[in-house]
């Protein structure tokens, strides 16, 4: 079936290095993408988003990269610090789709390491 | 706090009982979701509502789940006859969708941790 998932399931960085997470969706109606941050304990928080008319889009410390040739989506994490350690999803949906229904991957743990 | 609140955040069951959770949106939100995880793994969908109307439902749905939004407010999501599989995270989400314009964010609360023995 159609999914989202992800190279990586665990990465591990030092602080102050910049971490990469990757995801491949398969789903090629998709055209809507968004990357979420989840703490231990609590429901995921939106950190960017990037429609399928971008390739890039940058927000505080992150990038999102899209390649819709290969199917493949980057979050860029620079400058990684402990409080970014916690579990990344990336999730597709139709824009203007009908349902805002988001497809989640699996997830990535990033651990930072002091 | 004007985010979207659940409750309860936790809930430890026997097998075979009735549950109900309930999520307080955003309020101007017109969008209210409802998904499931399960450790190590990605939300899944489970149903969502536009103001009160429930548009969609996942196959995950089983007839022991109900969810509604009286009121295009807050929503409860009910399961009957607890089973040990339905042990997971309920979380619920809520988002602003304009008329003519595409997905907007969607909102995650804390999510209603249940346990079933």
């Known amino acids: 079936g159609e999914s989202v998932g992800l190279h990586l399931p665990t990465l591990s960085v030092q602080e102050g290095d910049n971490s990469i997470i990757n995801c491949a969706y398969s789903?090629?109606?998709?055209?809507?993408f968004i990357w979420y941050k989840q703490e231990s304990g609590k429901g995921p928080q939106f950190i960017i988003d990037i429609r399928s008319n971008m390739d890039k889009r940058q927000g505080q410390r992150v990038t999102v990269l899209l390649n819709k040739t290969v199917k493949h989506l980057s979050l860029q994490i620079a400058a990684t610090q402990p409080g970014d350690s916690a579990v990344y999803f990336c999730a597709e949906t139709p824009w203007g789709g009908a349902t805002n229904k988001l497809i989640f991957g699996t997830g990535t743990l990033l651990a930072v390491q002091p | 706090d004007t985010g979207v609140s659940q409750d309860p955040r936790h809930k430890i069951t026997k097998r075979g009982q009735n549950v109900t959770f309930r999520c307080d949106p955003i309020s101007e939100h017109n969008r209210l979701y409802w998904y499931r995880q399960t450790l190590g793994q990605g939300p899944e969908f489970l149903t969502y509502f536009q103001n009160e109307a429930q548009l969609e439902k996942s196959r995950l749905l089983s007839d022991r789940f109900s969810a509604e939004r009286p009121k295009g407010s807050f929503s409860t999501l009910e399961i009957q006859r607890t089973e040990q599989g339905d042990s997971a995270m309920y979380l619920c989400?809520?988002?602003?969708?304009?008329?003519?314009?595409?997905?907007?964010?969607?909102?995650f609360g804390e999510g209603s941790r249940l346990t079933v023995l």
């Open positions: 789903n090629s109606a998709s055209d809507y």
């Open positions: 989400a809520s988002s602003l969708r304009r008329p003519g314009q595409g997905t907007g964010e969607l909102f």
